[in-house]
């Protein structure tokens, strides 16, 4: 039986690693790169849409019915991509196909996102995001700004290079740091993340720590721990022939095993499709995407 703050533990780390399912399905391009790793990936997935010609993806998400897939479908969101592969536009729709929003991405001389912008179907403003980058390429502040263009929080990462980590400080107005996560690498070059810890207001939340499979250089699998450094749970990954992400079970401390993720992909080696399951091991999400590529 886990304990109330278990419970708490567990919705936090699963709200992360929602914006993170989001981040995975429409490449990391939404993300940003803090090591050289993670700027390399960032430019082989935009490689890879320039060079299959890819002009658009087509998100269709499933209609569960009690954890069920059924035949029913709807278009979630439509990415438009330029002639290099980066992500130029996202249109969002409802269920009943009405645009919820159309969001912007712009970029700057060397490629990277500097600006996004969602608007509503009317033309107005719904919210901004700016990224900043230091000398070297890596993200250095994000901020987040409201329809009426007011900051409404501002995320900093501080590269701290005498003991191999990031610490990302979120501040909400007017400037007061409200949450943290410090990442720890082994170096920062090959970007081999050992760790990190999630405080808020400086309480510490919940830490994960990695395992890596040396062999192939890439995580096998990530372990979650609460605030008493009792594990909550560990995420393993498994990997496809081609070294895609192709599932992710959910392991609990009395080794019952349930699915979290699983990722298919076409023969173009893209991302075609996204099953995500809940902590019980049920559906919530059942994806599949299609590309229209250029003549």
Same mark, same amino acid.
């Given at each position: 039986?886990?304990?109330?703050?278990?419970?708490?533990?567990?919705?936090?780390?699963?709200?992360?690693?929602?914006? #993170?399912?989001?981040?995975?399905?429409?490449?990391?391009?939404?993300? &940003?790169?803090?090591?050289? @790793?993670?700027?390399?990936?960032?430019?082989?997935?935009?490689?890879?849409?320039?060079?299959?010609?890819?002009?658009?993806?087509?998100?269709?998400?499933? &209609?569960?019915?009690?954890?069920?897939?059924?035949?029913?479908?709807?278009?979630?969101?439509?990415?438009?991509?330029?002639?290099?592969?980066?992500?130029?536009?996202?249109? #969002?729709?409802?269920?009943?196909?009405?645009?919820?929003?159309?969001?912007?991405?712009?970029?700057?001389?060397?490629?990277?996102?500097?600006?996004?912008?969602?608007?509503?179907?009317?033309?107005?403003?719904?919210?901004?995001?700016?990224?900043?980058?230091?000398?070297?390429?890596?993200?250095?502040?994000?901020?987040?700004?409201?329809?009426?263009?007011?900051?409404?929080?501002?995320?900093?990462?501080?590269?701290?290079?005498?003991?191999? @980590?990031?610490?990302?400080?979120?501040?909400?107005?007017?400037?007061?740091?409200?949450?943290?996560?410090?990442?720890?690498?082994?170096?920062?070059?090959?970007?081999?993340?050992?760790?990190?810890?999630?405080?808020?207001?400086?309480?510490?939340?919940?830490?994960?720590?990695?395992?890596?499979?040396?062999?192939?250089?890439?995580?096998?699998?990530?372990?979650?721990?609460?605030?008493?450094?009792?594990? &909550?749970?560990?995420?393993?990954?498994?990997?496809?022939?081609?070294?895609?992400?192709?599932?992710?079970?959910?392991?609990?401390?009395?080794?019952?095993?349930?699915?979290? @993720?699983?990722?298919?992909?076409?023969?173009?080696?893209?991302?075609?499709?996204?099953?995500?399951?809940?902590?019980?091991?049920?559906?919530?999400?059942?994806?599949?995407?299609?590309?229209?590529?250029?003549?």
């Amino acid at each position: 039986m886990y304990s109330i703050i278990d419970v708490r533990i567990k919705t936090i780390i699963l709200l992360l690693f929602v914006f #993170n399912a989001l981040a995975q399905k429409l490449y990391c391009q939404v993300d &940003v790169p803090k090591t050289q @790793s993670e700027k390399q990936q960032y430019f082989r997935e935009m490689l890879q849409m320039q060079q299959w010609g890819v002009q658009s993806r087509l998100d269709w998400r499933y &209609v569960l019915i009690d954890g069920n897939v059924t035949t029913s479908k709807y278009l979630e969101r439509k990415i438009h991509y330029d002639t290099s592969g980066r992500i130029k536009e996202i249109e #969002n729709f409802t269920k009943d196909n009405r645009k919820l929003s159309i969001v912007e991405f712009l970029y700057g001389d060397t490629k990277v996102l500097t600006e996004k912008n969602e608007y509503l179907p009317t033309g107005e403003l719904k919210n901004k995001v700016q990224y900043r980058y230091d000398s070297s390429g890596y993200i250095s502040e994000i901020s987040y700004y409201d329809a009426r263009r007011y900051i409404t929080s501002k995320w900093v990462y501080e590269r701290v290079a005498e003991n191999n @980590s990031i610490v990302v400080s979120e501040y909400l107005p007017p400037d007061k740091p409200d949450r943290q996560w410090i990442y720890t690498y082994e170096d920062f070059y090959n970007g081999k993340e050992s760790g990190m810890d999630s405080y808020e207001k400086k309480k510490l939340k919940f830490s994960k720590r990695n395992i890596w499979d040396e062999e192939n250089k890439r995580i096998s699998a990530e372990v979650f721990f609460n605030p008493q450094g009792d594990e &909550v749970y560990r995420l393993e990954y498994n990997y496809d022939i081609q070294g895609n992400k192709a599932a992710v079970d959910r392991i609990f401390p009395n080794l019952t095993k349930v699915k979290k @993720s699983i990722y298919n992909y076409n023969e173009k080696n893209l991302l075609s499709g996204f099953i995500d399951h809940n902590i019980n091991g049920s559906i919530v999400e059942y994806y599949k995407f299609t590309y229209i590529f250029k003549e």
